[in-house]
């Protein structure tokens, strides 16, 4: 079976070295395998996500040099996928409606004497609907409160039992949702999450490797449940160190770190901003 790499940005912004670095290693490994590399938008967040960015996306990894097979999967025009898989969890007891706000989960955790925080710095859910009733819940949404929907982790880890995931050049790798909690899979604003979305993509598209920054190796845990949850393949993951700028710092588009379109107008070629990328600039 050939390779299948992906590489998957959210078009929050204009593509830094950082981007471009992630995307030459998904791109390589499945050229260099005589396999394909997809790229795919995740912009299910319309209040960070912005069509001119999606469109830069297409044009700075061309001017790169970097080509991707299929047709680009832009995640927002499948939001029905995304609720089928809901569906079937929630008709499996696994989903429950969450009401909270923000301000009311932050002040919980706030007063509580522990307030355990995820691998993802998130305080971890302290439970305040999980104890509703049926009938309080259906109660709520018929009347239209704006709610979350959440994976009881207890139960979905307790269906499953003990996951790992193969890492590249590590090996087995224990998956440890539950230090998560109470994630959530569709969230008040969007019918859907990074995490959610991301499963069903790499298994929709038969990603076999997933090359991707090591801020996202914890978050691996959840998609590996979700796989086992949803009977999907599990790739092979392979995250890579994020590129740093002199100080040490990971590059964000926040510092004002020069996005390829930039290196682009000031005249450098494509071949030395892959080698930027690429050397770890
Ligand atoms: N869309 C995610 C991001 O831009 C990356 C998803 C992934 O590679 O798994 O951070």
Redesign the pocket.
Known sequence: MSIIT?????P?GLLHLG?AA?ALIGWRRARAGGGRFLL?L?DIDPTRCRPEFATAILRDLAWLGIDWDEEVRVQSAHLPDYAAVLGELRGRGLLYPCFCTRAEISREVAASIAAPHGPDGAPIYPGICKGLSDSERVRRIAAGAPHAWRLDMARAVGEVGPLHWHEEEVGDVPANPSAFGDVVLARREVSAS?HLC?SHD?ALQGVSL????E??RA?TSV?RLLQALMNWPTPTYAHHPLLRDAQGRRLAKRDGVRSIADLHAAGLSPAYVRALAEDGA
């Open positions: 992906r590489f998957a940005p959210s929050t981007h992630s795919r995740e990074y991301v790499d997933v090359t991707r920054g801020d996202l978050a998609h």
